[in-house]
């Protein structure tokens, strides 16, 4: 299983960014899949998670009506939209995948893509 998380960069405050990752697994449909990020100097932390249906989301209280998590089984594709982006949003964003399920938890995620950079600048 390999994931590739695409579409960071560099924005002002309060403009919009959406990621994808990409996972390449035969049974795509099965997994969970997870978005965190990790800002320099801080330890990764979760930002949103979506069930393998699709019909279960979660979100972390910071990112909370900013963010939307969707997928699209039929792409192998999980998405993050992010809206009206904050400086304290900067920081590599990972995407991970699991195919027991979601959770807000790192460990509970079996597989990793590299990171994407996202700098908001004020």
């Known amino acids: 299983v390999q994931l590739q998380a695409s579409g960071g960069g560099l924005v002002q405050a309060g403009d919009s960014l959406r990621l994808s990752c990409t996972i390449s697994?035969?049974?795509?449909?099965?997994?969970?899949v997870g978005w965190f990020r990790q800002a320099p100097g801080k330890d990764r932390e979760f930002v949103a998670a979506?069930?393998?249906?699709?019909?279960?989301?979660t979100y972390d209280d910071s990112v909370k009506g900013r963010f939307t998590i969707s997928r699209y089984n039929a792409e192998n594709t999980v998405t993050l939209q992010m809206n009206s982006l904050k400086p304290e949003d900067t920081a590599v964003y990972y995407c991970?995948?699991?195919?027991?399920?979601?959770?807000?938890?790192?460990?509970?995620?079996?597989?990793w893509g590299r990171g994407t950079e996202v700098t908001v600048s004020s």
């Open positions: 697994a035969r049974d795509f449909r099965t997994y969970a």
């Open positions: 991970s995948a699991d195919p027991t399920g979601w959770a807000e938890s790192e460990y509970k995620y079996e597989y």
């Open positions: 979506i069930s393998y249906s699709g019909g279960s989301t």
